[in-house]
């Protein structure tokens, strides 16, 4: 089956400062991949779509400066979380897929704390 | 645009019943459904699709039916097993968008 890696599983940074999330598709090459936060015993909520090459689109209500998304390559998107702030402590999961509106296949989902 | 509604409420069945989960939508029909199953602090897993021009469609103890006249799809699992106690998360793309639109999930416990 196709698998999609995240990295890091768990990170707490302090306050003000960056944090990077790497998403992969390890066997498959993803045309598309999102972003969703997750908050508990609450469903995801969609942050951005991002297609290799090109600029993510975001919905609506999440800053793009605050949330940076590179899609390297199509295996590789990352999401940096700038100058974190304690209230964007969340889950947060991406997904990829290589048929545009079939299944995704999800991340394990990064865990992050902001102090 | 598009409104999905799963039962919030847990549903609690015995070891070995058929565990039945409810997805309805209310707006358009979609082109796809799909079921995904999400285990606490882990990402969704996909278990099925099913598209808008088929009623059925199963795999090993699971199976979907999708009902475009009553705007529904129901989840189920045969012969549940403890094993299967997750949060079970149904998901449409359709309407002019590939993006899936994510229901809230259902909590499944299977009691030995």
């Known amino acids: 089956g196709a698998v999609v890696s995240q990295h890091p599983s768990r990170v707490i940074c302090k306050s003000g400062t960056s944090v990077k999330i790497e998403c992969r598709s390890l066997d498959f090459q993803a045309t598309t991949m999102f972003w969703y936060r997750q908050f508990p015993k609450k469903s995801l909520m969609l942050m951005a779509t991002s297609n290799e090459g090109s600029k993510a689109t975001y919905e609506q209500g999440v800053e793009k400066d605050k949330f940076l998304i590179n899609h390297a390559s199509l295996t590789l998107s990352t999401l940096t979380v700038t100058s974190a702030h304690p209230e964007d402590s969340s889950f947060y999961i991406c997904s990829a897929t290589w048929r545009e509106g079939y299944e995704q296949y999800f991340g394990p989902g990064t865990r992050l704390t902001v102090t | 645009s598009q409104k999905i509604e799963q039962n919030s409420e847990a549903l609690n069945i015995q070891e070995g019943k058929t565990a039945t989960l409810t997805c309805n939508y209310t707006n358009y029909s979609p082109a796809y459904l799909q079921w995904y199953r999400q285990d606490p602090g882990r990402g969704p897993v996909f278990l099925l699709l099913?598209?808008?021009?088929?009623k059925e469609k199963r795999k090993e103890r699971l199976k979907v039916t999708f009902d475009t006249t009553l705007k529904q799809s129901l989840f189920h699992i045969t012969a549940s097993q403890p094993a299967d106690s997750a949060t079970y998360l149904c998901a449409l793309t359709g309407g002019g968008s590939y993006i899936p639109t994510f229901g809230r999930g259902t909590s499944l416990i299977v009691h030995p």
């Open positions: 099913i598209r808008e021009n088929e």
